[in-house]
């Protein structure tokens, strides 16, 4: 993948600058749309902490989300920064005050109801599914009074490329995998621009599935390089994908025997 032309560069900037959520005017003084639509991934913090009782109503927000048959498959694995940092031996990410470890946790399910069957993919997939959500409303509770939060994909080894390290130090049972870290603190900067997001019509229709066009894909994606190479001090973008297709392949290999369990996973791969 080359690098951006200046003229794509230039393009590429200004569609990320001027893109906007699209909102009927009528609902643009709603509160509850505001918290969803204008929340940012935030990647710098302040030294001031988040009071307790804030943190546990962000923790609740995330007990209380919706669920598969109310199954509830999550734990939240929490962190004060001095906690985090005693525990994984290194500073929580980007100097937040707190952090939470996302789990999938279908191990509580089947300690309680014995007849749950054995379905692994089916089980993590649930697993994924549900605490996701409640990640999110975790994120949302966050964004409602006023803090930042921004989800770790390998920042410290906390993040989802790290699952294998993380059920090891955590010491998690089968059926208890890590989908992701997600740390929260007041937000030292202004909120971000909205990063480069695909139309609604590329990702939202009726009836059979959609192709989305290639030249929308290829906006999106030179934007995404676009945003990127600016961010990054001119580092090539192809050089972080490169870098992403080494650690996809070494956590598909850790999932696998996260989730199907070591014999299990031999079989699969042959």
């Known amino acids: 993948m080359s690098d951006l032309s200046f003229p794509k560069l230039l393009a590429g900037l200004v569609r990320i600058i001027s893109a906007k959520p699209r909102v009927p005017r ?10 969803i639509l204008n929340r940012r ?3 710098q913090f302040t030294a001031e902490p988040i009071a307790p009782q804030i943190w546990e109503t962000i923790l609740e927000a995330g007990r209380l989300a919706p669920s598969t048959v109310n199954l509830q498959t999550w734990s939240f694995a929490h962190f004060t920064g001095e906690q985090w940092r005693d525990f994984f031996g290194s500073p929580i ?3 937040a005050s707190h952090g939470v470890v996302i789990l999938a946790d279908t191990h509580r399910v089947r300690s309680t109801l014995p007849e749950f069957p054995d379905a692994p993919l089916s089980e993590y997939t649930m697993g994924v599914m549900n605490a996701s959500l409640a990640a999110m409303n975790m994120v949302q ?8 939060s921004v989800m770790l994909s390998e920042t410290g080894r906390t993040g989802f490329y790290d699952a294998a390290h993380l059920a090891e130090i ?3 049972p089968r059926g ?11 937000t030292r900067a202004k909120s971000p621009v909205m990063p480069p997001k695909l139309p609604l019509e590329a990702v939202a229709f009726t009836g059979r599935y959609l192709e989305t066009p290639a030249e929308v894909r290829d906006n999106w994606r030179d934007q995404m390089r676009a945003g990127y190479q600016v961010t990054h001090g001119g580092e090539k973008f192809s050089a972080k994908i490169a870098y992403y297709n080494r ?6 290999r850790d999932l696998r025997r996260l989730i199907l369990g070591k014999e299990e996973s031999k079989k699969e791969t042959g």
């Open 26 to 35: 009528a609902l643009h003084d709603n509160p509850s749309l505001a918290t």
């Open 41 to 43: 991934s935030i990647r």
């Open 93 to 95: 990410p980007f100097q």
């Open 141 to 148: 509770a966050a964004e409602a009074v006023g803090l930042g």
């Open 170 to 172: 955590l010491e998690l």
């Open 176 to 186: 208890v995998v890590p989908i992701m870290s997600i740390v929260f603190g007041h």
């Open 247 to 252: 650690r996809i392949a070494d956590t598909e």
